[in-house]
């Protein structure tokens, strides 16, 4: 309890110094969360460009539906295909005017054709992105007579690119995130410095009436989990209503996609704060460790 | 029992502060310690608290030999010897009660014990009356008396006064020295360290008088002849 006591009078002492370094941390945690939401965001649109990656084959005409349920189950067979969808020419024309239901020179031009010009279509889910090239090279050699064309639109290229540009991110963030943590590092050695120098009468005091190392060092700890404490409570605080405001942002540029960070950040309140909280401390801690034994010699 | 067996210490090459020191003090002893100043005698208060070590010889202090003392016994130590400064090392900011206490509460005793011995230090050393007053409300004497009572605390079994009269005037000095008798009467030994020639020369007990590191005298009921 006394520990704690002088620890909360360190504190309340040095004021607007705990208010400088506790702000350090929030900026340090800031950018932490920041680079972790952009990563969840990230990661996101990887799987949604992911589920868009397929093959399509589109069969003639006149290929009949048992022609068309071999193919299909010919394709179903091989190692590298998740699933094949199969579309009618009546469900085609079905999507096409669904499609274009606001577009109505679109649909008269169709009507005037007098005839459904659409072809039945397999489209094709590979197992795992990574083997879309081999799976476009073996359908390539399969041998059918019904197939009219093969659409190998490859999506691949661009979640290379989104690959890229996450990494970059990531590097950049990862850069940032190491200044802040120098930054916090000193700042919380200067603050305990700081505190040691306010306190130097009374730590010499203890000393001289035979107080233990441990209740000389401890309250300076203490502090500097406090500060560790606090900042990561003020960033729960800022941080959710942040979430809040970008959240239907995301949801328009996510659409069809069913994407929460706010859930994504309550799901995972315990790792990621829990996390950042044991982060801040061990760096505080750290801090306050060097700052003692430099300048709290007992 | 303080025994010092051939002890040196240097804080620069060439030159000892203390060269092949020799004493020993008795339990319940009553000694000046007397010297110029630069002569060592704090060198040797801050050997006997393990503040420095020596380089060479052996500190005894009763049977604990404190020559390499570690970092972790040095606390301990610290509880059996109550030392006093010529400024007093009081906190502006606590009551002299609470000067008091605090070195108690840094040693982790409990309240109820707290209470119960500095209210008696404090009745000791004729404070009880201005426990609630802050160090700058009351005499330079009153001040050094509150330190006094912050070094009984612990009942050590030694006092080292390190100049304890030189902010006074010489009625709250002699009343300072007047209180390490009674304090000394009880079985601590005391070492009073000091340059007070008027003082030394009235106790009428034993003198060790340093000079350039070295002792150059030692007599029982003696005299301040530097």
């Not at chain 2, 404070?127 to 009942?155: C, F, M, T």
Request: charged share 20%; net charge positive.
């Amino acid at each position: 309890m006394r520990i704690i006591k002088f620890s909360l009078q360190d504190i309340s002492r040095n004021i607007w110094l705990t208010i400088a370094t506790i702000t350090i941390l929030v900026l340090a945690l800031l950018s932490v969360n920041t680079l972790l939401t952009v990563e969840v965001l990230s990661r996101h649109a990887i799987d949604a460009v992911k589920e868009k990656i397929d093959i399509s084959l589109y069969l003639k005409v006149d290929a009949s539906e048992e022609q068309i349920t071999s193919l299909k189950t010919q394709i179903s067979q091989m190692s590298k295909v998740k699933q094949v969808l199969y579309t009618s020419k009546a469900d085609a024309l079905r999507y096409f005017r669904e499609k274009n239901k606001d577009n109505p020179e679109v649909l008269t031009a169709l009507r005037e054709l007098g005839r459904n010009p659409l072809s039945p279509s397999l489209v094709i889910a590979p197992n795992n992105v990574e083997e879309a090239p081999q799976l476009i090279n073996e359908i390539k050699q399969i041998d059918s007579n019904i197939i009219e064309s093969r659409d190998f639109a490859d999506n691949t290229v661009i979640l290379e690119k989104i690959n890229d540009i996450t990494k970059k991110i990531s590097e950049v963030g990862l850069f940032i995130i190491m200044i802040f943590v120098f930054t916090s590092m000193l700042v919380a050695y200067n603050s305990i410095k700081v505190a040691i120098y306010t306190h130097r009468r009374e730590i010499e005091i203890m000393r001289l009436v035979g107080a233990s190392n441990s209740f000389i060092y401890l309250p300076f700890v203490l502090s500097a989990i406090i500060y560790a404490l606090v900042s990561v409570v003020i960033i729960v605080i800022i941080f959710y209503p942040f979430l809040g405001i970008l959240q239907p942002y995301l949801e328009v540029f996510f659409m069809d996609y069913n994407i929460n960070i706010i859930n994504y950040f309550l799901d995972n309140f315990w790792i990621i704060f829990g996390l950042q909280f044991l982060s801040v401390s061990i760096i505080s801690v750290l801090s306050s460790w060097l700052a003692i034994r430099r300048y709290a010699k007992v | 029992m303080i025994k010092l067996v051939n002890v040196s210490k240097s804080y620069l090459k060439n030159f000892k502060i203390l060269s092949g020191i020799n004493l020993y003090i008795e339990a319940g002893e009553f000694v000046s310690l007397v010297g110029q100043s630069g002569s060592g005698k704090t060198s040797l208060v801050k050997l006997l608290i393990g503040e420095e070590k020596v380089d060479d010889g052996r500190v005894i202090i009763g049977d604990w030999d404190i020559t390499k003392i570690s970092r972790r016994e040095i606390p301990y130590l610290r509880r059996q010897i109550g030392v006093i400064f010529q400024d007093f090392k009081l906190l502006p900011q606590k009551t002299l009660w609470e000067n008091v206490a605090f070195a108690l509460e840094v040693c982790g005793q409990p309240q109820s014990k707290i209470d119960k011995v500095v209210l008696s230090v404090m009745r000791l050393v004729g404070l009880e009356d201005k426990k609630n007053r802050y160090p700058h409300e009351v005499s330079g004497g009153e001040q050094q008396r509150a330190a006094i009572a912050r070094a009984l605390v612990h009942q050590p079994k030694i006092l080292l006064a390190d100049e304890p009269t030189g902010n006074l005037d010489s009625i709250n000095a002699n009343e300072i020295i007047d209180l390490l008798l009674r304090i000394n009467n009880f079985g601590t030994t005391v070492i009073l360290v000091t340059h007070n020639r008027e003082i030394v020369n009235q106790l009428k007990r034993r003198v060790i008088a340093i000079e350039k590191g070295c002792v150059v005298s030692d007599k029982e009921k003696g005299k301040y002849l530097l």
